[in-house]
T-cell receptor, first 115, second 109 residues
Framework: SAVISQKPSRDICQRGTSLTIQCQVD?????MFWYRQQPGQSLTLIAT?????????ESGFVIDKFPISRPNLTFSTLTVSNMSPEDSSIYLCSVVRGQGADEQYFGPGTRLTVT | AQRVTQPEKLLSVFKGAPVELKCNYSYSGSPELFWYVQYSRQRLQLLLRHISRESIKGFTADLNKGETSFHLKKPFAQEEDSAMYYC???????????FGSGTQLTVLP
């Protein structure tokens, strides 16, 4: 398994501000992903965080709104920019260890409330 | 585009009764399907994958390509099985997961 931590665990932010969420893994991983889980909804993939290059975004998500960094194989950040109440969600990072592996390990999530 | 459907948002059964959580999918390629589970106050974790054809915590799931289904079953539910269950499908070159909407299972005493 992989030990994954996220900071902050929760936050309450004002609209128009930005929040950066950190995801730290205890060992090197091949893939890192960011998901959003809106209230009462399932998980939706935001993007794949690529080490040393721009993230790959899913349809409906753009870099200006959700800039992502992945400077090395154990760390990634997701920024939620210019927030509105519709951005209130749980944001989760997940990782895959090893080439050819299929199991994703999930972080504990960051609960964001935008007022 | 791929899609995973879980028709039941809530499911309640009595302890000792059989339980089946339904999952249907649509995918143009060869599907790889999973069940993830989230117990109360715990993080999301893998329960089982169709490739391994294993039984985990008494749960099994068989991929039925003809019916495009991957239902999760357990013959005798236990109270500790109460959790949110997500069916998921892997796709894409980065092997991203597409999740269903989830089924909240409650096993009553």
């Amino acid at each position: 398994s992989a030990v994954i931590s996220q900071k902050p665990s929760r936050d309450i932010c004002q609209r128009g501000t930005s929040l950066t969420i950190q995801c730290q893994v205890d060992s090197q991983v091949t893939m890192m992903f960011w998901y959003r889980q809106q209230p009462g909804q399932s998980l939706t993939l935001i993007a794949t965080a690529n080490q040393g290059s721009e993230a790959t975004y899913e349809s409906g998500f753009v870099i200006d709104k959700f800039p992502i960094s992945r400077p090395n194989l154990t760390f990634s950040t997701l920024t939620v920019s210019n927030m509105s109440p519709e951005d209130s969600s749980i944001y989760l990072c997940s990782v895959v260890r090893g080439q050819g592996a299929d199991e994703q390990y999930f972080g504990p999530g960051t609960r964001l409330t935008v007022t | 585009a791929q899609r995973v459907t879980q028709p039941e948002k809530l499911l309640s059964v009595f302890k000792g009764a059989p339980v089946e959580l339904k999952c249907n999918y649509s995918y143009s390629g060869s599907p790889e399907l999973f069940w993830y589970v989230q117990y109360s106050r715990q993080r999301l974790q893998l329960l089982l994958r169709h490739i391994s054809r294993e039984s985990i915590k008494g749960f099994t799931a068989d991929l039925n390509k003809g019916e495009t289904s991957f239902h999760l079953k357990k013959p005798f539910a236990q109270e500790e099985d109460s959790a949110m269950y997500y069916c998921a499908l892997i796709s894409g070159s980065a092997r991203q997961l597409t999740f269903g909407s989830g089924t909240q299972l409650t096993v009553l005493p």
